[in-house]
């Protein structure tokens, strides 16, 4: 294998951003855990009750994680394609000018005989 096919299969998958938000998310159940740990409840339900609270917590963040993406993806996806009619508008433009001459043309023609 070449150096640049073992820099290619090392190199790191996630971004910065998304490293960002794990550490976010790790912060945050140590902290819960760290809570869970010192606080005294009164009972083993309501300790439950906290720990499913975190959970919970946890499931919203990553949706909302996943639901922005999804947002982000459709919306890179819109542009694409509005870039591409424009861009086929534009090619068909000159061919639409032609038929338009072309009938008119076609049309005087059959006026005049």
């Known amino acids: 294998m070449t150096k640049e096919e073992y820099v290619r299969i090392i190199e790191p998958k996630s971004n910065k951003q998304t490293i960002y938000q794990f550490n976010q998310l790790k912060s945050f159940i140590d902290e819960s855990l760290k809570e869970v740990a010192s606080k005294s409840f009164e009972n083993d339900s309501e300790k439950i009750k906290h720990l499913l609270n975190t959970v919970y917590n946890v499931r ?40 338009s001459q072309t009938i008119v043309e076609k049309s005087e023609q059959d006026r005049s005989e």
């Open 60 to 99: 919203d963040f990553a949706l909302a994680l996943t639901t922005e993406n999804s947002v982000r993806l459709n919306l890179l996806n819109d542009i694409k394609r509005l870039e591409e009619e424009i861009e086929l508008g534009n090619k068909l433009k000159p061919q639409e000018e032609k038929l």
